[in-house]
Structures are given as C-alpha cells and as structure tokens.
Nanobody, 115 residues
C-alpha cells in the first residue's frame, strides 16, 4: 500500500520560509519521480516542482530561485524548501507520485503566507 505522509505546513509572514516534508512508504522510493503540487482556494492544482529518481529537478516559473526540491532515499522523504514566500504562495501543498498507473497523493498541509 502506497502512503505519502506530509508535514511542515503552517502560517508564515511574507518573506519567510517553510520546509515541507513527505515520507513515502509502499514503493521502492529511490526509483520514483516525486512531485509537489499546490492548489489555492478556488484554483486548479498546479505542479510546483519535480525531482527524478536521478535527482534532476524542475520548477514552475513562479518557484524558480525561491523553492528547492530535494530527496533522501535513505529516509524515503522528499522535501520542498520554500524561501522568500509571497501571499500568492498560499495554497494546500500535495506531494505526489505515480505507481502502477495510479496517482498517489499526500494529505495536503495548508501553507498560508500573510502580507
């Protein structure tokens, strides 16, 4: 059974930082691409950052230079370090992976950035 368990959301002032963590189980983690998505209230879910099994990364334009995705294959954890946060970063953040044709999602911690 694939499980993704997230932690690290909360309330922060603009310009502050947060780090999200997502612990994966039920998969051979080191072989999987891991993604972070976010969904603002009333908006569509958007891909924020991706890290492949080899460690290569990609970011949406709004996250470049401010967010860093990383992974620990030892701890089967993917991280999203978010710096210089802006009010428009306010959203529910989800980690995601795909296993045997199905998408699996974390529970989605809320990140709220106050101005």
């Amino acid at each position: 059974q694939v499980r993704l368990v997230e932690s690290g959301g909360g309330l922060v002032q603009a310009g502050g930082s947060l780090r999200l963590s997502c612990v994966a189980s039920g998969i051979n983690f080191r072989l999987y691409t891991m993604n972070w998505y976010r969904q603002a209230a009333g908006g569509q879910r958007e891909l924020v950052a991706t890290i492949s099994s080899t460690g290569s990364t990609n970011y949406t334009d709004s996250a470049k230079g401010r967010f860093t995705i990383s992974r620990s294959n030892v701890w089967t954890t993917v991280y999203l370090q978010m710096n210089s946060l802006k009010p428009e970063d306010t959203a529910v953040y989800y980690c995601q992976t795909r296993h045997k044709g199905l998408n699996y999602w974390g529970q989605g911690p809320q990140v709220t950035v106050s101005s």
